[in-house]
């Protein structure tokens, strides 16, 4: 959730996810909606070399702590793929 933090342009905390995304009930909308044509290039490189580089963010750990999680976790590399 934190790396879909920072896509959104908040703060990758925890308390931010569950604030500013998860208390949303237009999250998925919103997902659904992304202009990943709008994100500051910076957001991809602090992406990739904060999360997508870390050997442990992995759907497969990602899928052990929740589900939900892992469906949000292939939305973030899907959009750093777009």
Do not use: H
Not at 5 to 22: I, S
Request: proline share 2%.
């Amino acid at each position: 959730m934190t790396a879909t933090c920072l896509l959104f342009g908040f703060k990758e905390t925890w308390e931010d996810a569950k604030k500013c995304l998860m208390s949303d009930m237009k999250f998925l909308e919103k997902l659904c909606e992304f202009d990943v044509s709008k994100v500051p290039e910076k957001r991809f490189i602090t992406l990739r070399n904060t999360y997508l580089k870390d050997p442990n963010f992995t759907k497969e750990n990602v899928v052990k702590v929740s589900e939900a999680a892992a469906s949000i976790y292939t939305w973030v590399v899907a959009i750093d793929s777009f």
